[in-house]
């Protein structure tokens, strides 16, 4: 059985950034900075909150009796139980023979173009195991992208309006992004295994590293940007943010109202209509907040009963791309040009310069992830490089339809005059027939 390292990390992870948040919100307010310690406590207890309702949602403890377990819920202890209780699990599953075990059917991926179904034995503890793992994952990416990812924006930009970093703010902020990079991969491998759950999907090491490299030159580019720009244009800041953010959150809904698609009710037997609705806008607002930072790796489909679109969409993600690098350049521009004094020891090309490529960095480690180190490559049809391909051929030929079309265009638009004074081809090929037959005859 496979040790649950995954929960420990999160775990790790979630105790270790409430525990520095409290403290720094404790020199706030020694300092006197009511409005810092309420929004770093703001952006710390929200989604601790929303952890221990994605931890009893998972595990459905709301529908039974276990009284003991929601009270740690509402202490904010629910995570600590939870990995008490995995390790419980994992440590007598060695030593209890399971009674009853239930076999799964997965397919392996193609080798030399075959493909296997293989069965396995998933005993009571595994499956305990495996739903405690999907549920931490989720968490995970909640604790990330609603709290960890906005907390290290605010404390960074604290940072550059003080010019001064304390070694508690230091902690927090690698402590945040760690866990943002944590939650984005997480996101990663929880999209690969939902588009590919009929597969046996295994990462490699290699795949692991190159998803970490890819998001953190990602989210570290995106959120140095956004400080910059916020540093030196505070109210454009906000239309920024309500573009991206409302954008991202209005996009599914939209999808789905332009399919016609009934409103799914089987998403959870137990909710009501109202609680489907609930619990489909908290995942449209997660996915904004993904969104915000970083490719969510994942296209939300509300119509579709997993809520995933389960289709490897190049063009999209092309897209995403292309125009989060025009965004990020021009917010640049923005601050070089209107940056105040606090940047004067700052050389601001060379800042803009090393930021520009971190972004073409991340980049580029995306692609090395989706060409050579992606668990399913050799199901994709086709694969990122030949779609890249494609549509660099598809620019091309609209380019040359366009100049076609205009040169078209000219030509009608000459006038009479120069239509007649252009000699027609049969006239050019008739003259050297011409002066041929006259040289002949004097020859003659």
């Known amino acids: 059985m496979k040790f649950p390292g995954s929960v420990l990390a999160s775990v790790f992870l979630f105790v270790a950034e409430t525990s520095a948040a409290l403290y720094l919100s404790s020199t706030y307010r020694s300092g006197g900075d009511g409005m810092w310690?309420?929004?770093?406590?703001?952006?710390?207890?929200?989604?601790?909150?929303?952890?221990?309702?994605?931890?009893?949602?998972?595990?459905?403890?709301?529908?039974?009796?276990?009284?003991?377990?929601?009270?740690?819920?509402?202490?904010?202890?629910?995570?600590?139980?939870?990995?008490?209780?995995?390790?419980?699990?994992?440590?007598?599953?060695?030593?209890?023979?399971?009674?009853?075990?239930?076999?799964?059917?997965?397919?392996?991926?193609?080798?030399?173009?075959?493909?296997?179904?293989?069965?396995?034995?998933?005993?009571?503890?595994?499956?305990?195991?495996?739903?405690?793992?999907?549920?931490?994952?989720?968490?995970?990416?909640?604790?990330?992208?609603?709290?960890?990812?906005?907390?290290?924006?605010?404390?960074?930009?604290?940072?550059?309006?003080?010019?001064?970093?304390?070694?508690?703010?230091?902690?927090?902020?690698?402590?945040?992004?760690?866990?943002?990079?944590?939650?984005?991969?997480?996101?990663?491998?929880?999209?690969?295994?939902?588009?590919?759950?009929?597969?046996?999907?295994?990462?490699?090491?290699?795949?692991?590293?190159c998803i970490f490299l890819w998001r953190s030159f990602e989210i570290v580019t995106r959120v140095i940007v956004l400080v910059l720009f916020t540093s030196v244009l505070k109210a454009w800041v906000v239309i920024d943010i309500l573009i991206n953010f409302l954008g991202f959150l209005f996009y599914p809904w939209i999808l789905f109202w332009c399919s016609g698609s009934p409103f799914p009710e089987n998403f959870e037997k137990a909710f009501s209509r109202l609680g489907t609705t609930i619990v489909l806008c908290f995942l449209t607002l997660l996915y904004a907040g993904i969104n915000m930072f970083c490719w969510s790796a994942v296209q939300l489909k509300i119509n579709n009963p997993d809520l995933i679109s389960k289709s490897q969409n190049w063009y999209r993600l092309l897209v995403y791309y292309m125009v989060r690098f025009i965004e990020n350049a021009f917010l640049l521009l923005m601050w070089y040009l209107y940056k105040t004094d606090i940047y004067m020891y700052v050389c601001a090309p060379l800042l803009m310069l090393q930021l520009l490529i971190g972004y073409c960095t991340a980049i580029l480690f995306m692609v090395v992830f989706y060409q050579f180190f992606h668990p399913c490559k050799k199901l994709f049809s086709p694969n990122a490089s030949e779609s890249f391909q494609e549509w660099l051929k598809c620019a091309c030929c609209n380019r040359r339809r366009r100049e076609s079309c205009e040169s078209a265009e000219n030509t009608d638009l000459r006038s009479p005059t120069d239509r007649e004074e252009t000699p027609s081809s049969s006239k050019i090929s008739s003259m050297p027939s011409q002066i041929l037959n006259t040289d002949e005859l004097s020859s003659a």
């Open 37 to 209: 310690q309420a929004l770093t406590l703001l952006f710390s207890l929200l989604p601790c909150a929303l952890v221990q309702l994605t931890l009893l949602f998972v595990h459905r403890d709301f529908t039974r009796d276990r009284p003991l377990v929601l009270l740690l819920h509402l202490l904010q202890l629910g995570p600590l139980f939870r990995c008490f209780e995995v390790f419980c699990i994992y440590c007598q599953s060695n030593h209890i023979e399971e009674p009853y075990v239930s076999i799964t059917k997965k397919r392996q991926i193609p080798k030399n173009g075959h493909s296997e179904e293989i069965e396995k034995e998933v005993g009571q503890a595994e499956g305990k195991l495996f739903t405690h793992r999907s549920a931490f994952s989720r968490a995970s990416v909640i604790q990330a992208f609603l709290g960890s990812a906005p907390q290290l924006t605010l404390q960074l930009y604290i940072s550059v309006l003080r010019q001064d970093v304390s070694i508690g703010r230091c902690l927090f902020m690698v402590l945040s992004l760690l866990s943002i990079v944590y939650g984005a991969l997480r996101c990663n491998i929880l999209a690969i295994k939902i588009k590919y759950d009929e597969y046996d999907v295994k990462v490699k090491p290699l795949a692991y590293v």
